[in-house]
C-alpha cells in the first residue's frame, strides 16, 4: 500500500514553519488589545504560611495601577488543574489564591496596571505579614494521601521461584519544561458579558471547563481560543493562568494580559513529576524475568494536580513492556511544599522506566548476561495481552527496535571495547520503552468531533479542536486528509481550535492526537468524499457508485467522458443541488497499542571532574507508520535532548531550609545545548497499526522514554557502579566514585 | 522607579568629565552582560557612562614590550585575534570560552575585570600574565597589577575609577593556557578556573611560573605555593600530580566547610591535569602562544 501514497509518508515542512523561522508568528505575548491592562503576579517568599496581613493601599497608589487582586476579593472555588472534561472525579484544593501559601511561588496576589511597568513597581509595595507553617520539603517526609496499586500474579510466589533478586531504589527529579515560551495569557471581556481567553494551552475544553467554574459563566460564555505555542512539552496541559486571568478581565472590565518570567516558569507553573522508586526484579538462571515488585514514592508537589492520574499512567506501563507473570506496583502519592508537578512529555513514562531500565541492566550485570539479551528473552510480543486486562499491545515491534538498534550502533563490538583504566572511561548503555495512544481502556471518554468542508474553489477546510503544540499536528492532519482527497496538502486549512466553533476535543495529550485525531481525520475526509460522490452522481446524471475520483477531479464512470475539478464540481452543487460539501464527524477509539522503541548510548566520562560526554545515540522506535518522517525525526532529536539533560544535568531542587528552589533561571538550570548534543541516528519501525490511521502510531512522547536510562546505564557500564539517582552530575558521578568523601554532600 | 541618566562619551575625556560631575553615582558599563542581569538596581538616581562608543578603547596592539589593548575590547575579539593568540594565549583561550556567542559578542574584558565576580574567567589569565590594568580616576592615571586591581575593588579603587586599558609583558620563550570547569562544555559559569604562564629553559624546564586561580574565592589570586613546585620543572604527567596536589592542598584551605568541597577538590585534579597537558602542547608548538622566541 505505501508505494500508492503520495501525501502520507511526505517529509513536508510544519505548516508555519517559515513564519517562526523570519519571526512573522504571533505568538501570546505578542498580542495586544485596545486598552489591554498588563497584571504582575506577587508569589509567596516562604514554603508554607498563612497569610496574616496583606496591604495593597501602597500597591494601588502607583499611578496607572488598576486593580490588586488577592484571596481577599477573588472566588475561593476551588478546582483542579488537569481536569478536561465535566464529572472528571478529582481532589480540587487550588484556588486562585488562598490565605495560606503552600510553596515558594504560590499566587499570593495579582496587580493589574495600564503598564506592565507600574504593575511591576506596584506588585513590590503588596504588604504581606506571613505567618510561618512547617514546611515538608523532602518527599521522604510527607504522608502520602492517595495509592495507586496493580497486579498479575502472585509476586511472592514468583520471587521465590527466582534464582536472582536485584533491589534498587532509583530517583527522578523535578523538570522543568524549558518551553522557549513562558506561561502567558489575554483575557479579553465582551459587553454581553462572554469572555475571550487566548491561551497557548494543549486542551481548550479544559481551559474553557475551568475558566467558567471559577468564573461562574455558561460554558458559551467562555471561548478559548487556541494560541501559537512557542512550545509546552506537557507544561501548559495545566491550566494555570487563565482562570485568573479571566477573572482580573472579567472584574476590570479590560483586557488583561499575564505573561511569566522564566523565573516563574520554573518555580509557579508545572515540573515533572519527582518519582522514588523502589524497584525488586527477580530472574531465574536464564534470565527469564519471574516477578517483579515497584513501590513508588511519587511527589506531586503543593496541590493533588496530576498527581493519581499520572501514577495510574506510571502503572500501566510497567505491564506492556515484558512478559512478567508475576508483578505488583503501588504508589504513594505525597503533597511536598514544593513547586507543583504536572504532565511533561511522556506523563511518567520515563521516570517508571528510568526506574525499570536501570533495574534490569543492574539484574543483567549480576547474571553476567548482555543487557540486551536479557531483554530479548523477556520484551512483549505482536498481539500480546495486558495482564492487568487492559487493551491489546497491538503490532509490537519492540524486538525489531532492539535488533536493529543493535546492528547500527554496533552494540556487540561497543560493549566489548575496553572501558580504559585512565582518566577517560568509555561505556555503553541501552534501554526500551513502551508509551501509550490516548484513553481507550482508562476510565477517560476519548473521542473527538470534527467537521470538514470543500469550498467553491474546492478547497478543504478542516473545523477541530487542533493544538498545535510545534510537534505537526496540523500538517500531519493536512497529510492524512490530502491522501484521502487525492489534493496538495496546501489546498487544506486546517486552523487551531476555538471553543466557539471547533468540535470536541480531548486535547493534545495522552500522545492521542496522531493515532485518534489522525483517525478522525481519516473519518472525516471519507465522508467528505462519500458525500462529493454522492452529490456528483446528481450533476453527473450516474449512480454514486459510478462516480470516479482521481487526482482532484471528478469523472462520470459511465462513459460520458464527462469531468470536473473539484471547484466546478463544488460550484455545481452549490448551484444545482442547493447543498453544502459539509461533514461532521465522531471518531471514538477502539484501541489502544503500545508505542515503542529503543535507545543506544555511547559515553564517555571524566572520572577526575565526572564530567559525562554522550558520544552516539541510536534511536528507533516502533510508531507503526511516519505520516511525516521529517517530523517525527525532529521529535526524536528533542527527545533525546529532554532524555540526555534527565539523565546528567537537569532538575529543580530545594533548599530544605528555606523551600526556595536552587535553580530559578537557565544560569542554574543546565539543558543540553547543541555542542553537547551527540550525533543522533534515528531509525523507524513501520509495520502498521490496524486502527492507526494509515497504520500510524504516536511518537511525541515515546520519544523521550528510553533515552535517560539508556545514559544512565551507559554511565553505569563505564565506570562499573550502579548509580541510581538522576540527573548524574559531574558532583553525583565522583560521590559514586568515591563515596566515603562525599559521605552526606551531594547524596 | 528606578530612575537614571544615561551619559554616551566618545571619548575617555569625555567620559572622565561625566564621571567627574557625577562623582560616586557614576557608574561605568561597556557590554552591560553582567550589569543587566545583576546590577541594573545599584545605579538609582545616579549617572550610566556607557563606554561603548569610546574607540580609544577598542585596540589590541604590540608595543614594544607590551601586547596592549584597550578595555572596551569584546571577548569576541580577543578570540578571534592572532596577535593575542600569539602573545597571550591563556586570554585567547579563555575569551573563547567565557559564556555563549552572544555574550562574547558585548562583554568586554574590562567589564569582565571590573565585575570581578570569583569566577570571572579573564581576570586568572591577566594576573597569570602579569598583565597590568591603566586605572584612571579624576588626574590619576596609574598601571596597576591584577592582583591590586582586583583586591582594591572591594577598597578604594572603584567606584569611579575607569579601566582604560590592559598590559601584558612580552616574555622570551614563553607560553601560557587556561583551562575551565563548568557544569557543561560550554555556556557555562566556572566552577573552578586556572591559568599558567611559564618561561622555558633550553633544556624544557618551566620558570617564572605563574598560576592564577578562580571560583574558589571571592577573586581570583595567584598560587605561589604551587607555583613554586612547578619551578625548574619540565611539563609531565608527574608534574601535574604534583601540581593536584598542591592545588587540593588550597582547595580544602579555602573551601573549607563548603558543600562544595568535596566536588572541587577532586575536579581541580581534573583541571590541573588539562593545563598541565595544554601548557606541554604550547611548548611543543614552540613557544608559540605567549611572548617572543628567542
Request: charged letters at 20%; glycine letters at 10%; hydrophobic letters at 45%.
Amino acid at each position: 500500500m505505501d508505494e500508492k501514497l503520495k501525501y502520507v509518508g511526505a517529509r513536508l515542512p510544519l505548516h508555519d514553519a517559515a513564519a517562526k523561522v523570519i519571526g512573522r508568528i504571533r505568538y501570546t505575548g505578542d498580542l495586544g488589545f485596545p486598552g489591554m491592562l498588563h497584571a504582575k503576579l506577587v508569589f509567596s517568599p516562604f514554603p508554607h504560611a498563612r497569610i496574616a496581613r496583606l496591604d495593597i493601599s501602597r500597591a494601588l497608589a502607583v499611578p496607572g495601577v488598576v486593580a490588586v487582586f488577592s484571596h481577599l476579593n477573588t472566588p475561593s472555588i476551588a478546582y483542579n488543574s488537569q481536569v478536561w472534561f465535566a464529572g472528571q472525579e478529582t481532589v480540587e484544593d487550588e484556588r486562585l489564591f488562598s490565605s495560606t501559601v503552600r510553596y515558594v511561588g504560590d499566587r499570593v496576589a495579582a496587580v493589574v496596571a495600564q503598564t506592565l511597568v507600574a504593575a511591576e513597581v506596584a506588585a513590590k509595595l503588596v504588604d504581606v505579614e506571613y505567618e510561618l507553617l512547617p514546611a515538608v520539603i523532602a518527599a521522604q517526609d510527607a504522608a502520602s494521601f492517595a495509592e495507586k496499586q496493580l497486579q498479575v500474579g502472585d509476586v511472592e510466589v514468583g520471587f521465590s521461584m527466582s534464582r536472582l533478586i536485584v533491589e534498587d531504589v532509583v530517583e527522578t527529579p523535578k523538570i522543568h519544561h524549558a518551553a522557549m515560551e513562558n506561561h502567558v495569557c489575554i483575557a479579553v471581556p465582551d459587553p454581553n458579558g462572554k469572555i475571550t481567553v487566548y491561551a497557548p494551552c494543549q486542551i481548550i475544553v479544559s481551559v474553557r471547563l475551568i475558566v467558567a467554574k471559577v468564573l461562574g459563566l455558561a460554558l458559551n460564555k467562555v471561548r478559548i481560543v487556541q494560541a501559537a505555542v512557542g512550545g509546552s512539552f506537557g507544561g501548559k496541559q495545566e491550566v494555570i493562568l487563565e482562570p485568573l486571568c479571566a477573572y482580573m478581565a472579567k472584574v476590570t472590565d479590560r483586557p488583561v494580559k499575564v505573561e511569566l518570567d522564566r523565573a516563574a516558569s520554573i518555580t509557579s507553573t508545572r515540573t515533572r513529576t519527582r518519582t522514588i522508586g523502589k524497584v525488586r526484579t527477580g530472574v531465574d538462571e536464564k534470565g527469564h524475568i519471574m516477578a517483579r515488585e515497584v513501590d513508588l514514592l511519587v511527589d506531586t508537589g503543593a496541590y493533588t494536580s496530576n498527581g493519581i492520574v499520572i501514577s495510574m499512567a506510571m502503572g500501566k506501563k510497567l505491564f506492556r513492556l515484558y512478559r512478567i507473570p508475576n508483578q505488583s506496583y503501588r504508589a504513594r502519592i505525597v503533597r511536598t511544599n514544593t513547586t507543583v508537578a504536572g504532565a511533561c512529555r511522556g506523563y511518567g513514562s520515563p521516570q517508571i522506566h528510568a526506574v525499570t531500565e536501570i533495574n534490569l541492566d543492574h539484574v543483567a550485570r549480576k547474571l553476567d548476561m548482555d543487557p540486551v539479551e536479557l531483554r530479548l528473552k523477556n520484551l512483549v510480543h505482536p498481539h500480546d495481552c495486558d495482564l492487568t486486562g487492559g487493551p491489546s499491545l497491538g503490532n509490537v515491534g519492540i524486538i525489531e527496535c532492539l535488533r536493529l538498534g543493535a546492528a547500527e550502533f554496533n552494540w556487540t563490538a561497543k560493549r566489548a571495547l575496553e572501558k580504559g583504566t585512565g582518566r577517560f572511561r568509555r561505556g555503553s548503555g541501552m534501554a526500551c520503552a513502551v508509551h501509550g495512544n490516548g484513553y481507550f481502556g482508562s476510565p477517560y471518554p476519548d473521542f473527538t468531533s470534527m467537521t470538514l468542508r470543500m469550498l467553491e474553489d474546492g478547497g478543504l477546510l478542516l473545523t477541530a479542536g487542533l493544538h498545535e503544540l510545534g510537534c505537526g499536528t496540523i500538517t500531519t492532519m493536512r497529510q492524512i486528509i490530502a491522501e484521502v482527497m487525492e489534493v496538495d496538502p496546501e489546498t487544506i486549512e486546517a486552523p487551531d481550535g476555538d471553543t466557539q466553533t471547533s468540535p470536541f476535543d480531548s486535547g493534545c495529550q495522552a500522545s492521542r492526537t496522531t493515532f485518534v485525531c489522525g483517525a478522525c481525520a481519516m473519518k472525516a475526509a471519507e465522508s467528505l468524499k462519500a458525500l462529493l460522490r454522492q452529490e456528483a452522481s446528481i450533476i453527473l446524471n450516474c449512480n454514486p457508485d459510478q462516480v470516479l475520483i482521481k487526482d482532484g477531479e471528478v469523472w462520470s464512470g459511465i462513459g460520458t467522458g464527462q469531468h470536473y475539478p473539484y471547484a466546478a464540481m463544488a460550484c455545481l452543487i452549490q448551484q444545482k443541488n442547493e447543498r453544502e460539501l459539509i461533514v461532521t464527524e465522531t471518531y471514538k477509539s477502539q484501541a489502544n497499542p503500545g508505542s515503542y522503541g529503543a535507545n543506544f548510548v555511547e559515553v564517555e566520562v571524566d572520572t577526575f571532574t565526572g564530567m559525562v560526554r554522550v558520544t552516539e545515540v541510536v534511536a528507533v522506535y516502533d510508531l507503526g507508520k511516519a505520516i511525516n518522517p521529517m517530523l517525527v525525526e525532529g521529535q526524536i532529536h528533542g527527545a533525546v535532548q529532554m532524555g540526555i539533560g534527565m539523565a546528567i544535568c537537569e532538575e529543580i531542587t530545594f533548599d530544605p531550609a528555606t523551600g526556595r528552589a536552587k535553580q530559578e533561571g537557565f544560569a542554574k538550570y543546565h539543558l543540553i545545548n547543541a555542542p553537547d548534543m551527540p550525533p543522533v541516528k534515528v531509525l523507524l519501525i513501520e509495520k502498521g497499526e490496524e486502527h492507526g490511521p494509515f497504520g500510524a502510531k504516536s511518537i511525541g512522547e515515546v520519544a523521550i522514554v528510553p533515552t535517560a536510562a539508556a545514559v544512565v546505564n551507559a554511565i553505569n557500564h563505564a565506570l562499573d557502579t550502579n548509580l541510581t539517582v538522576l540527573p548524574l552530575t559531574p558532583e553525583r558521578v565522583l560521590a559514586g566514585l568515591h563515596p566515603a568523601q562525599f559521605s552526606g554532600v551531594a547524596k | 522607579m528606578n530612575c537614571f541618566k544615561i551619559a554616551g562619551p566618545r571619548t575617555i575625556a569625555e567620559a572622565l568629565a561625566f564621571a567627574a560631575e557625577a562623582g560616586d553615582n557614576a557608574i561605568y558599563i561597556s557590554g552591560g552582560t553582567d550589569w543587566l542581569v545583576n546590577g541594573a538596581k545599584k545605579v538609582a538616581g545616579g549617572l550610566l557612562i556607557d563606554l561603548t562608543q569610546v574607540e580609544e578603547l577598542t585596540y589590541i596592539e604590540e608595543r614594544a614590550d607590551h601586547l596592549v589593548m584597550g578595555a572596551g575590547v569584546t571577548f569576541s575579539r580577543i578570540a578571534t585575534n592572532p596577535l593575542v593568540w600569539e602573545k597571550a594565549r591563556c586570554l585567547a583561550q579563555a575569551a573563547a570560552q567565557i559564556g555563549s556567542t552572544q555574550i562574547r559578542n558585548r562583554a568586554t574584558i574590562g567589564g569582565n575585570v571590573a565585575n570581578a565576580a570569583p569566577a570571572a574567567d579573564g581576570v586568572p589569565p591577566l594576573m597569570a600574565l602579569d598583565a597590568e590594568v591603566l586605572a584612571i580616576k579624576g588626574e590619576i592615571r596609574r598601571w596597576v597589577p591584577m592582583g591590586e586591581a582586583v583586591s582594591d575593588l572591594c577598597g578604594g579603587l572603584m567606584p569611579g575609577t575607569l579601566f582604560a586599558a590592559f598590559r601584558v609583558p612580552l616574555l622570551l620563550n614563553s607560553v601560557s593556557a587556561f583551562v575551565k570547569l563548568g557544569s557543561r562544555s560550554t555556556v557555562s559559569v566556572a566552577k573552578l578556573n586556572l591559568a599558567a604562564r611559564i618561561q622555558t629553559t633550553e633544556d624544557g624546564r618551566s620558570r617564572n611560573v605563574r598560576l592564577a586561580m578562580g571560583a574558589a574565592a571571592a577573586n581570583a589570586f595567584r598560587v605561589t605555593a604551587v607555583e613554586k613546585l612547578w619551578e625548574g620543572r619540565s611539563c609531565e604527567e608527574a608534574l601535574a600530580e604534583e601540581l593536584a596536589g598542591g592545588l587540593v592542598t588550597q582547595v580544602d584551605r579555602l573551601l573549607a566547610g563548603r558543600a562544595s568541597l568535596p566536588y572541587k577538590r577532586e575536579a581541580i585534579r581534573g583541571l590541573a591535569y588539562d593545563l598541565v597537558l595544554d601548557i606541554g602542547r604550547a611548548v611543543e608548538d614552540g613557544g608559540r602562544g605567549n611572548g617572543r622566541k628567542a
